[in-house]
């Protein structure tokens, strides 16, 4: 069995848990995802998909994990539902394939810490030139997997909490500051009304489920992540403000990273679908113009702390196959923590090869009904993360109403909050678990694949 070491605090849990979901999700992908995608419509729908949706998802989660002090695979069989199991493994393979492309990304962000250290702001207009150059991003990304072996090999409650609870508000000072001077350039309003004023025009299928495996990727759950986690909170904490807190600082941080963006893109005249090279593109011609020094503190910073984010969520991706590995197999953690680091590293390759580099990798695959090919990374991330993690929600969701049944739930999720079944959250998170998750969801989840693989769309 693993040897569980508990979190310090309660703010121990919600530090670590917040920064598993706090990382590239809000600072890199959400603004690239909102510009690719019409702007405030798909801020609108995110913003509904976390808070109606995700949120009954994750107090499941967190509930089953601190129920069951196990890893996604053990916490069904635990619950002695020895077939659900396999919803546990749906989840650790969600999370591998996600770490495999993340970390690639943590290589460009930790790359381009030492870009800005060097002074080196024209990295920003080189971004296609620098994610071909395989040998030195993949050794970024090597050192990344390797600091999350690292700290994940010597147990959870140690380096990150303490880390985490000084760097993030830091991060959110810099994102702040960030705003504000966005604000004072020229075509910023442009960029505020395109992230603030939806356009409905603009929504399609496709904005749906891009915001839904958004909401889902960004607060970390749908894969057991959160069970893991779950499994550290203290018999008498309340469940249901620390899912609040975490929410509301995954969503806050995502917002306000969105709020600096566009300002930045339209003051530069640039466009606003660049993919996931947005920020890359972007923000250092916007340290450059801070003056020399300040820009290369600034910048240096920013994109230290963006590391050290995305580490804190790498931590929690590894730390769901390492537990499976430790509890089910009895591998010694050690042990556990080395081979998965390495072997996700491996698979990660092919994501690092297909932006550019390789063409196999980079059209790699061209789906049913389009005519433009999708690279390797891209396909791991529609999978994983557009699919897999919002099918992960509705089946946790459908069993914890229909198989573990709703009183096991609100019994869990009573303790350390007496008053739970008869609160306001409680009724919704009711009548969420039981009709909104399972079913939307897993409607979702079929037109998702329908749509995006076969091109075929029968509500259109
Ligand atoms: N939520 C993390 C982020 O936004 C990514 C993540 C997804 C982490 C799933 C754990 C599980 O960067």
Redesign the pocket.
Known sequence: MAIRSGFSSKFGFVAAAAG???????????PFEVGENGGAAFVLLYLGFCFLLCFPVMVTEIAIGRKTQLNPVGAYKALGYKNWSILGLLGIV??VL??SF?NVVAGWAFGYFIEMVSGNFGIGAQFGVFIQDVFKVGAYGFVFMAATAFIVSKGVSGGIERAAKILMPTLIIIIIALVLYSFTLPNAMKGVEFYLFPDFSKLSFPVVYSALGQA????????G?LITYGSYVGKDDNIISSAVLITIA?VGI?FIAGLMMFPLVFSQGLETDGGPGLIFVTLPGVFETLGPTLGIVIGSLFFLLLSF??LT??V??LE?PVAYMVDEHEVRRNHAVWLVAGFIFLIGIPSLLSNGYSEFFTSFITYFGTEEATNFMTLVEHLA?DSF?PLGGCLIAFFAAYVWKKHNLVDEVSKGNPNFSNSLIGKYIDFAISYLCPFILGALFILTVLDRFFGINPIA
């Not at 598993?20 to 959400?30: P, Q, R, T, Y």
């Not at 889902?216 to 894969?223: A, E, I, K, V, Y």
């Open positions: 598993s979901a706090v990382g590239l999700g809000n600072i890199w992908k959400f969600s999370g996600i770490l993340y889902f990727f960004s607060l970390s759950l749908g894969m992540a995954d995502a984010a995305a969520s790498t929690s991706l769901v993360n993690l």
